[in-house]
Structure formats: C-alpha cells, structure tokens
C-alpha cells in the first residue's frame, strides 16, 4: 500500500486542459441568471445510446478518467432521466430502441434538452439506411445540438458541451 | 467438438444450412416451401440462439426446438417479415401491434422478478436482464439481447469487400482492429496473396494495443464495481495512455480505418521506452491490487462458471480461458515465435477473469516489442475472385468468426459471430448462487459486447 501512495504523490495531478476551467467559468457567468433555476449551477446529462457501435459511450466514460475529469465542470451523468437535464443520444435510432428512447425523453422532468452524439444520430456514419435503422433523430425528436465526429475525442465533447451551454 | 456457428443462406431454391465446428462443417439444404430443420440445441446449448435467429431471418422453422420465441425481432417487430430474405427490399418498417415477450420465470411463494434495462444505470450499451429473485439471491436471469439489431448483415449485401470495410470496423468500437483483420483474411484469401511478414507484425501488434486498452478499462471497472473507484482511476489513466498510443499509430483512437496494406516506419526508440513504462505500471498496479483483500473477498468465488458448464456451452475468449479451456486463436506458430504464452486460470470465477485479463496485458506487450520493426512496405491487392471465405480472430473478448460469400465481385452472404453471442448465452448459469448486487460485477468481468452480438 505504502507503495502506492508514493507513486500517487509522485505522479501529482494528471487533468489537462485547464482552458476548459476558465471557459466554463465565463460560460457560468454569462448564462448564469438564464440558467441559475434550471441547472442550479450544475448540468445533469442521461447518457442513452439507441444502437452504436460503443465507441462513443467509451469516449464518454474516458470523460472521466483523470486526464478529462469532466466532474470538476459541474457537468455529470445520471444514472436516470428523471434526474437529468440534458439527453446525450448516441447510435443510429435503430428500429428496437426507438420506443425506449422515446420512453426515456417522456420521462425526462421539463425543461429539457436532447444533444445528439457521433455522426450515426445524425446519418452521417459510413452505416446505410435499413429497415433496422431510424436516423436521423431529428426526424423523431428536437435536437438543440449536435456533436459531430466517429467517435468525438473526449475533448471534443467537453466543447460540445460548452458550446450547448452558449447556444441556450 | 465445439459449435463455433450455424447460420443459414438463401439459393435459388433451396435454404442451405451451415454449421461450422471446431475443425468440421457440415452442410444441409432445405426446401424453400418447406423449411424445416431439426434443432441442435439438446447437444449445444448455444445453438438456441443461432436457431431462434434464422427463423427471424429467413422463416425457417426448428421442428423440435423448445423456444420458439423471436430473438432479433421485438415486440412491435411486424409479423412474418424476414429481412434476410433477397426479396425483402424494404427501407422502413411499420411498427406492428404490441405483442408481449414471454420472459423465462420461475415463479413461487415470495419469489419476485426484475426487470433491468435496455437502458442501464450507467454509461452502457442497451439490453434486457430479466431476474427471478428470492429475496436477494438471484433463482435464474433471462438476457435479452438485439435492442442494436442494425441490420448489418442486409446492409453489406450487394457491396464490395473493400466497400463493406468502413461499416466492418464500426460493428464493435471495443474490437475494431479484430474486425479489419478477419475482413484482411477475407481479402487476402479471395486475392490468392500471402501478406509479408512486417505487415503481419504491424497488424498483430495493433491487435495486441487494442486488446491491452481493452483489458485495461475492464481492470479498472471490475474493482469499481464491487466499490474500489481508486482502480478504475489508475487504470483509466493507463487505458488512455494507451488510446492515445493507437491514435499516434492509426490516426484514430478506436483505430478505425487502421488496418491497410502499407506499413509506415514507426521510430523504435520511443516506442520501446513507451511499452517499458507501461509494463511498469502495469506491475505497479498489480502489486498493489493483489494486496486489498475487502476486494478479493467479493472476486473470490463469485460467478462460477464451472469447467463442465464452459465447455458445454462453447464459451471462448477470455471467459474460456477463466474456466480451464486452453483455446486461443493466437496460438500459431507466427505468436509463438513472438513470445505468446497462453494465459489460463481454472477458478472461472471473477477473480478468474480479473488475473486473466493482468496476465494477458502483461503478455501482450511483451508481444508488442517483439513485434515492433522499421519497414516500409507497401501491398498491392489483386482483384478479389468469388467464393465462400472463412476467417477467425482472437479479438479481446475472444474468438470472432466472420464468412462471407462473394458472387460476381459483390457480397452475397455475411455473416459474424462476435466472440460475445456465444458467452452471453452462458452467462445466466455464472450467477446461480450469487445475489442480485454481484450481477454487475459479473457481467463486468466477462465484459460482452451488445453492439458485436446485435449486429
């Protein structure tokens, strides 16, 4: 153990990208009257994949890994809808999860967002229409905002998030 | 003999049944008018699934099965349509009156059922768990799969091989390199071509990073499961020290679209100092993992899957290997050479699986050095010819089985078997003795992929 704890403090903090702080703390200040009941100062996401291929949702869980620590921006997810915010919808709608991400937006206490994740929500993945498969889900559901990219760096989804953040 | 897959395509005037075992396969062909086979589920028990998805398919009825139920198709799934059919063109379907699933339940005094998914907790890929629960010992689980059907085997129909490539490698993000390289086997067999040594090195050695990156998630999510976030920190940390390695090599962090026939030079030096450090750190956390006992004391003995039960079931992979089987598909002479050592555990339980998965990272990267080389060659792929092609690999999960048929330059017939169809139907007898808080630990240690077995 004591092994451990050597190589812990030797090894220090880890995060990068410190610019994120400093944007989110902007970000806060400017939406922060518009958004202060909404979010109350933090932004809960219910993460639902409706037929990917796993690499977004691996994407997403890396989020949390000590580089990205996305839990230090306020911004978290949630293990149900009723306690989000914001639906982050990965995977091409495919024809037998349809019913259950509808189910899951109804679910979801007003007001509420849906951000689309990866280019298969949006049909824009080297996947062909098929009768398995429903997307784009703007046909089926408001989309305020969409983050491109197969599959989008965790990076790049911090900025999606931010950029959500500005667009509302 | 092991049943590797069974799976059915259409001729003119006949369905023509493939069964392929371990080392055999056999063939059957069966009047379209009246399409009735006999089900091998009383010799394999995992034969249920592949049989439940042909009648889905293709109509095909199993004359003496006792689960008749659909599979890939759900309840508001339309009546009698089977997608796989040539003559079945359409793009969209109706959704069809809700017809309710028959769950497997046991029922009796004070015993109760629950339901969890296809939308799970966590960040996870959708599925069904049904549970029959005395209190909190789990009596039977039922999984439900194919929630991700995305009709990939229609979808590929009609293209080329090097067309189909693209969606090839996003059936399963966590096994995409496996992917490319059973399609690579695929080319190389319909071009009549040999692949050079150094190309085989570079592709074995993107393998063996893919399989470290997975193995690395899974080591630090097991522990997380059963309540230790300090592991999945570390790990996490290695595990993306290790993607960012991939995009380094392949320009993509999944290593999508990694997999081509020109080799570029990679620089050694740094590339043996990166795999040093990370055999380092590897050691590290085992040292220090081995040694917290409130962890061990729920990996220990928690979802046994026997030796009997494994082989039973035809499991593969890792979750095989866990269980006393010696079966890896790297077991060539080429892996061999470049210092593979089969790992193999014979508890088959959780604590299995974990020091399975430690000793196979380990492996893998002294693979990898052994694997690096400077060269610069390049490939030239000759004109695919039609046939029947087979090809297997050793993905991170386990044995991944693909075939695909080519007529006139198109694909005819394809068909995958994700390494994850096989074992998810052998994971409900892993929790018989076990409560419902241990299922996702279990289901964590033997790390299945939903999108690789949904197609």
């Keep these: 153990m004591i092994q451990f704890w050597n190589k812990r403090i030797k090894l220090g903090i880890l995060t990068e990208n410190p610019e994120h702080d400093e944007a989110f703390k902007l970000i806060q200040k400017e939406i922060k009257e518009r958004v202060k009941k909404k979010f109350a100062g933090s932004l809960a996401i219910r993460m639902v994949d409706s037929g990917s291929c796993n690499a977004c949702e691996a994407e997403c869980n890396a989020l949390s890994n000590p580089y990205y620590d996305l839990e230090r921006l306020g911004i978290y997810f949630v293990a149900s809808p009723r306690h989000a915010d914001v639906m982050l919808l990965s995977g091409l709608m495919t024809f037998n999860m349809t019913p259950h991400v509808f189910d899951a937006y109804r679910q979801m206490p007003e007001p509420k967002w849906i951000i689309t994740l990866g280019e298969c929500p949006a049909m824009k993945s080297p996947f062909e229409n098929s009768f398995a498969i429903n997307a784009p889900a703007e046909d089926h559901l408001p989309i305020t905002h969409h983050i491109p990219g197969c599959p989008p760096e965790p990076k790049e989804i911090i900025e999606g998030l931010l950029a959500f953040l500005r667009k509302i | ?455």
């Design chain 2, 1 to 455: 003999m092991r049943l590797i897959a069974r799976y059915a395509k259409e001729l003119e005037k006949a369905f023509e049944i493939i069964t392929v075992y371990e080392g055999e396969m056999q063939r059957e062909q069966v009047d379209k008018e009246s399409p009735i086979i006999k089900t091998l589920a009383k010799q394999h028990p995992s034969a249920i699934w592949f049989e439940r998805k042909m009648h889905d398919d293709f109509g095909i009825i199993i004359e003496d099965t006792f689960d008749k139920r659909p599979l890939v198709h759900q309840e508001r799934f339309p009546k009698d349509t089977h997608p796989l059919i040539k003559d079945f063109q359409d793009k969209t379907l109706k959704e069809a009156a809700y017809l309710p699933y028959k769950y497997e339940e046991i029922s009796g005094d004070g015993v109760f059922q629950v339901a969890v998914g296809p939308i799970h907790a966590g960040i996870i890929e959708p599925g069904h768990f049904q549970f029959s629960q005395a209190g909190e010992e789990m009596l039977h689980l039922e999984v439900r799969h194919f929630y991700k059907n995305r009709g990939i085997e229609k979808m590929l129909e009609g293209k080329t091989l090097m067309d189909a490539k693209p969606v090839i490698e996003r059936i399963s993000g966590n096994e995409s390199i496996a992917y490319q390289l059973c399609w690579r086997d695929i080319v190389l067999q319909a071009s009549r071509q040999e692949l050079p040594l150094s190309l085989q090195k570079r592709h074995a050695f993107l393998l063996e990073l893919e399989r470290v990156i997975h193995h690395l998630t899974d080591l630090g999510f097991i522990p997380n499961d059963a309540g230790f976030g300090a592991a999945l920190a570390y790990a996490s940390k290695l595990a993306e020290d290790a993607r960012r390695l991939m995009q380094t090599l392949t320009h993509h962090r999944f290593g999508f679209g990694g997999i081509t026939f020109e080799n570029t030079d990679i620089d050694l030096v740094p590339m043996q100092k990166w795999i040093g450090k990370m055999q380092e750190n590897v050691l590290d956390f085992e040292t220090w993992i081995m040694d917290i006992p409130s962890l061990w004391d729920r990996f220990d003995t928690t979802g046994t899957l026997s030796f009997k039960k494994a082989v039973k079931y035809d499991t593969v992979g890792v979750v095989a290997r866990a269980s006393g089987i010696a079966m890896d598909r790297r077991a060539t002479l080429f892996y061999l050479e470049h210092g593979f050592v089969m790992a193999h555990e014979t508890g088959g339980d959780v604590a299995a699986r974990f020091k399975l998965r430690l000793a196979e990272v380990k492996n893998s990267l002294a693979m990898m050095s052994n694997f690096l080389e400077e060269d610069d060659t390049q490939m030239e792929i000759h004109t695919l010819q039609d046939g029947e092609y087979m090809s297997f690999c050793e993905s991170s999960i386990g044995e991944l089985f693909m075939a695909v048929d080519i007529k006139e330059g198109l694909i005819e017939r394809f068909v995958v078997r994700d390494p994850s169809f096989v074992n998810w139907q052998a994971l409900h007898i892993m929790m018989q003795k076990d409560i419902i808080a241990d299922f996702p630990l279990i289901n964590k240690s033997c790390d299945l992929s939903y999108a690789g077995n949904d197609l």
